[in-house]
C-alpha cells in the first residue's frame, strides 16, 4: 500500500487532478464503489471482461476472489479471463516502465471477444 500511495506523488505518477496526487484521497479513505454490493452480481455480466493484476499488488486477492465469484456456476464464463502478472505490483501495470504488461496476450483477449 504503501508503494501506491507513494507513486502518486512521485513526478512518474502525479497529476494535479488526481485526488490520489492532492491532498483528496487518503490511503485509509472510503471504501471504492467496486467493494459495494454490485459485486455480488459479476456473474450475470455476459460481456468479456479481462481482468489484470499484479501478483504483488497489495489488492490481488480482490482480482482473484472476483473472478472466481464471476465464473463461478456462470454460464457466461467463457469469455472471463483473470491474467496475474507475476512479480508485478500495481504501479508496475500503470505506464509500464517495469516492462511487465502483456500486451500481446491483451490483444490477443480483445480479438477473440471483441472481434
Given at each position: 500500500m504503501r508503494d501506491y500511495a507513494a507513486y502518486y506523488k512521485s513526478e512518474r505518477g502525479f497529476h494535479p487532478r488526481s485526488l490520489n496526487s492532492t491532498d483528496g484521497w487518503v490511503t485509509f479513505g472510503a471504501m471504492s464503489f467496486m467493494n459495494q454490493p454490485?459485486?455480488?452480481?459479476?456473474?450475470?455480466i455476459e460481456s468479456a471482461v479481462l481482468m489484470i493484476h499484479g501478483s504483488e499488488a497489495h489488492s490481488c486477492y480482490?482480482?482473484?476472489?472476483?473472478?472466481?465469484?464471476?465464473?463461478?456456476?456462470?454460464?457466461?464464463?467463457?469469455?472471463?479471463?483473470?491474467?496475474?502478472i507475476d512479480g508485478a505490483v500495481h504501479t508496475d501495470l500503470y505506464d509500464d516502465v517495469a516492462g511487465v504488461i502483456p500486451y500481446d496476450k491483451?490483444?490477443?483477449?480483445?480479438?477473440?471477444?471483441l472481434g
Open positions: 454490485i459485486c455480488e452480481y459479476t456473474n450475470e480482490f482480482s482473484r476472489d472476483e473472478y472466481a465469484r464471476m465464473t463461478k456456476d456462470s454460464p457466461y464464463a467463457a469469455n472471463k479471463e483473470l491474467m496475474i491483451i490483444e490477443a483477449f480483445f480479438r477473440e471477444n
